[in-house]
């Protein structure tokens, strides 16, 4: 099974920090179109590794061939292509795949550079990535990680289930007190009174919090 990389979207500088990154020789890297460079994705294709990609909307290409699919499952084409124009042929002067999907209303077009995968496995491949950049952005919305006390993996990785920890224990607290508190008000709570040696139930009576109604849309909503 080759490694995965979903590669969430973000800003100018986070998505030249892709460029720096050392690239694993057949991993299958998972990108939206704020990634969508073309001497990017050859570079990666020169790595021996794979990716797949939203196509943009005024892309321009050549169709060589088209490959059978199966159109009950969502499927529209699958093509063999060649980009079109100077600039982008000089960027990824090699063949691409172009697959188009539609799900729920739309039309989804990706790139790749993979010939053998199946399609259909291809568009379930980045609906998970959709799945783990809700993730991310319930992440940043509730479990208020300002910073990262060290940069290795394992730091991160261990800040992040600490925090996940404090928040799962703080839900499992609000539904066995019947508390009416959101779990922002009870977290910010605890922690202005962590060293009080008071009962949780006399804090959160005697502390008003200013409650933070920022709401990241399509958030994943974990808990109830």
């Known amino acids: 099974m080759p490694t995965i990389a979903f590669i ?24 939206d179109r704020d990634y969508l460079g073309y001497a990017r994705l050859y570079n990666l294709h020169q790595s021996a590794a794979y990716f797949v990609t939203r196509a943009k909307n005024n892309a321009k290409y050549h169709w060589q061939y088209y490959q059978k699919i199966d159109k009950t499952s ?7 292509i060649t980009l079109h124009g100077y600039y982008a042929r000089k960027d990824y ?9 539609y799900d729920e209303k739309q039309n989804l077009v990706f790139l ?9 496995t291809t568009t379930e491949i980045y609906r998970k990535h959709w799945q783990i950049e809700l993730f991310f952005k319930w ?7 300002k910073a990262f006390y060290g940069t290795s993996e394992n730091a991160v990785k261990t800040q992040i289930w600490i925090a996940i ?14 508390l009416e508190q959101s779990l922002y008000a009870i977290v910010q709570i605890i922690s202005v009174t962590l060293f009080e040696k008071i009962p949780l139930l006399q804090a959160l009576a005697d502390t008003e919090v200013q409650e933070d109604n ?3 849309n399509n958030q994943l909503n974990l808990f109830n």
């Open 74 to 80: 969502g499927l529209k084409s699958d093509q063999i």
């Open 139 to 145: 992440i940043k919305q509730h479990l208020r990680i």
């Open 165 to 178: 920890s404090v928040y799962v224990l703080v839900a499992i607290i609000k539904r066995q007190l019947n």
């Open 112 to 120: 790749m550079n993979n010939f053998t995968l199946p399609a259909r």
């Open 214 to 216: 920022t709401i990241i």
């Open 8 to 31: 969430t979207s973000g800003k100018v500088h986070e998505v030249n920090i892709l460029d720096k990154l050392p690239i694993e020789a057949g991993a299958i890297y998972i990108m």
């Open 93 to 101: 002067p090699e063949r691409l795949r172009r697959i188009t999907y």
